[in-house]
């Protein structure tokens, strides 16, 4: 058995998915109200989103914070100030 398994094994429930937390705020491009705020991952790393789930367009995408807990396997030295020798 590898180490990712023990980590992170096989999803109970057939479709993963995550939590979506509904945003009072208004769609800029069809104007629904409809809005969500939920992790991803994308090319530029994880992010966190806040998406009109009517027409999918974003509001804002932004760096994860602390109490996001996004990614739950990020580094726990990742905001920690570099060193000079690296």
């Not at 509904?22 to 989103?49: E, K, L, W």
């Amino acid at each position: 058995m590898s180490l990712d398994r023990l980590l992170f094994p096989r999803p109970e429930t057939p479709r993963v998915s995550v939590e979506r937390t509904p945003v009072d705020a208004s769609c800029p491009s069809c104007g629904g109200t409809n809005i969500a705020r939920y992790p991803v991952a994308n090319y530029q790393g994880p992010r966190m989103v806040v998406k009109c789930q009517d027409c999918f367009t974003h509001l804002s995408v932004t760096r994860p914070e602390p109490a996001d807990n996004w990614p739950a396997w990020r580094s726990p030295t990742r905001d920690w100030a570099p060193s000079r020798l690296g």
